[in-house]
């Protein structure tokens, strides 16, 4: 197993209303099977043991599966691998020698709570305004009550990949929430058990985006470069034609 | 790695010690070994199930293999996934449509491609069995307070079978709360309820004062060393195998490191802001009293069952059930007559031994019996 000897540049700020700054940390002998998280814990730990503050950052899973870890990495959001989470990012990724940049999730609406540690709470209201269907519990369906087509499963399937991270926010240049809401939407819209809901949905999800402050889509598509899941641009053509149809609909009743 | 890789994959060890010292060495490669110097040991002592026997007795046998110094992988911690046969029969694109996410986790991990090399596989740490007792309706000794899910103790038993956890979320979820808690809620008028009662008081002040305590150690060792310091301890001793006398000096050096752990932890900061080291404080100090309890658990219960298996509850040639070809040799014992009961520890305070509760667990349509999966 080899090891690394590495420069971190890391953004440090202490609180939501604190001035942020770079501080620069060196982390020497990485062996390069660990991931990028637990390269931060081995300097975390030495960190602690010399007295100072460990680096704040958000994880959960490690395992690429629940959206919790962020981080932009030498200026892209889960680091230049590409279809990954910083979770799954591994060392041997990285040369030894290198400088790597760490820094949040930035957007407006992602505020920084501190150092690598972004509130994201605005996906959660998000889903509140319609990001779920209303079912009776209770009692249980009879099996194949509800057929669904295979591609429609496939297709529902792969907006449903989406973990909310929020790297498509924090790698557009207009802080778009765009590609996490369509997809969000897209889930449920594509099947039958989100019919009944769908115009309140899609009006509901798209106010409280814009409410957010997360900004519009210009269609730069980085968004989809970034997406750990490789969600599909696709989906935003698809929520604008549902939106269109949905303010109609409100507009005529 | 998810369990249902098992469903196409064979799960094998080389059948020789050399041969395995020399694929840790990296000399021999997974693919250079001939067939008839594999041991597919799943399918070979358990020819009806395969490679789909359950959670529990593959951990073991994995645990077996390499204990036997037959395990793979730079630290002999490892037995071969292997998915060459089922590529061969079902093309890759089938097997990438089943598992495709599972098997780039598994490349971004590794760094070895699953499609061309067998993945290597260890058992880890994933559920434990048990959590907080609950009664019928899910509401435990703390009148209000329903617990759903994998956090409580009610369905898995003593071990978790795959997706456990979805079906526990989906039963109580769908089926079990929404008929029970109405029903709690119906017999409860809000009151009127204020922060001045003593007890809230009381614990306020407690909460504060643990935060405080924490702070004020300013110790030599940092939160991850003793979770490390533990989770080792309780790997070695309370894990996949256990006996009495691990048991024993696991109960004697927990205490042990808990006490370091209250004099000698670092937790820096000072609580004003968010403070990921203090949380994590907190819940290795839980664990610390948590895996004492869980020895204590192993310790009292004089059988093997499912996910707990005591070294000394297993069965032996001396064994009718052995005699006759129905089990193997080594495989767990229970011993229904005393332990057909559920254990629910009542929590007395730190440091203090819990008490216990036991639970009869009534079988009337179905008697429990000795499964063979062989
Ligand atoms: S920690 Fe869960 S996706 Fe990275």
């Known amino acids: 197993m080899a090891t690394l000897n590495l420069t971190l540049k890391i953004w440090r700020q202490d609180g939501p209303h604190k001035a942020g700054r770079i501080e620069t940390y060196d982390a020497h002998g990485i062996p390069d099977d660990a991931s990028f998280l637990e390269m931060l814990d081995i300097v975390n730990e030495r960190i602690i043991e010399q007295g100072g503050e460990p680096v704040h950052f958000d994880h959960d899973c490690r395992e690429g599966i629940c959206g919790a870890c962020s981080l932009t990495i030498n200026g892209i959001p889960h680091g230049p691998e590409g279809a990954v989470t910083t979770c799954q990012l591994h060392m041997r990724k990285f040369n030894d020698g290198d400088t790597i940049w760490v820094e949040p999730f930035r957007a407006k609406a992602f505020p920084v709570l501190r150092d690598l540690v972004v509130d994201r709470t605005a996906f959660d209201r998000i889903i509140q305004a319609g990001g779920f269907i209303s079912v009776r519990t209770g009692s249980a369906q009879d099996a194949n009550n509800l057929p669904i087509a295979k591609d429609d499963a496939d297709a529902s399937f792969s907006a449903a990949a989406c973990i909310g991270c929020g790297a498509c926010v924090a790698a557009c240049k207009n802080a778009s929430a765009m590609l996490f809401v369509s997809a969000k939407a897209a889930h449920l819209n594509l099947l039958p058990q989100g019919q009944p809901e769908k115009t309140r949905r899609v009006l509901g999800m798209v106010q409280q985006m814009d409410a957010e402050g997360f900004g519009n889509c210009t269609n730069q598509y980085e968004c989809e470069a970034v997406c750990p899941k490789e969600i599909s641009a696709g989906f935003i053509s698809k929520l604008n034609r549902d939106y269109a149809l949905a303010a109609a609909k409100e507009t005529l009743t | ?374």
């Not at chain 2, 594999?38 to 070979?44: A, F, I, M, T």
């Not at chain 2, 994933?126 to 307070?145: A, E, I, R």
């Not at chain 2, 759903?148 to 709360?177: K, P, T, W």
């Open chain 2, 1 to 374: 790695m998810s369990e249902s890789l098992r469903n196409d994959g064979r799960v094998w060890a080389p059948k020789s010690k050399e041969t395995a010292a020399k694929l840790r060495r990296g000399e021999l490669k997974p693919a250079d070994i001939a067939e008839e110097d594999r041991d597919y040991y799943l399918e070979r002592k358990y020819p009806s199930f395969g490679n789909l026997a359950p959670r529990d007795i593959s951990s073991r046998s994995a645990k077996e293999a390499c204990d036997e110094g037959r395990g793979v992988a730079s630290t002999g911690l490892g037995v071969y996934l292997d998915f060459r046969d089922s590529i061969k029969r079902l093309g890759e694109s089938t097997i990438r449509a089943r598992y495709g996410n599972l098997f780039q986790m598994y490349e971004k991990i590794s760094g070895a491609n699953p499609y061309q090399t067998p993945m290597m596989i260890y058992p880890a740490v994933h559920y434990t069995m048990g959590g907080l007792w609950v009664d019928y309706n899910l509401m435990s000794n703390l009148p209000g307070l329903h617990v759903l899910g994998e956090a409580n103790f009610s369905d898995h038993g003593a071990n978790r079978l795959g997706a456990s956890a979805l079906m526990q979320g989906l039963a109580d979820g769908y089926f079990v709360i929404p008929a029970t808690l109405p029903v709690y809620l119906s017999t409860v008028s809000p009151g009127s309820i204020t922060t001045s009662h003593p007890e809230f008081a009381a614990a306020k002040a407690n909460a504060e004062g643990r935060l405080k305590t924490l702070f004020n150690i300013q110790g030599k060792r940092t939160v991850d060393s003793f979770h490390r310091q533990l989770g080792l301890l309780v790997w070695d001793k309370c894990g996949m195998a256990r006996n009495e006398k691990g048991l024993q000096e696991a109960l004697r050096e927990i205490p042990a490191i808990r006490a370091e752990f209250w004099e000698n932890v670092r937790v820096p900061g000072n609580g004003e802001n968010l403070n990921m080291e203090l949380e994590k404080a907190g819940r290795v100090a839980d664990f610390l009293e948590f895996g004492e309890l869980m020895c204590q658990d192993a310790l009292n219960r004089e059988e093997s069952c499912g996910g707990h298996f005591r070294e000394e509850h297993q069965y032996t040639d001396a064994d009718p059930e052995v005699a006759s070809g129905y089990i193997s040799a080594g495989e767990a014992k229970r011993h229904d007559d005393k332990f057909s009961h559920v254990s629910a520890w009542e929590y007395n305070g730190e440091g203090k031994p819990a008490t216990l509760h036991s639970e009869s667990l009534e079988f009337t349509d179905v008697k429990p019996s000795v499964r063979s999966y062989k």
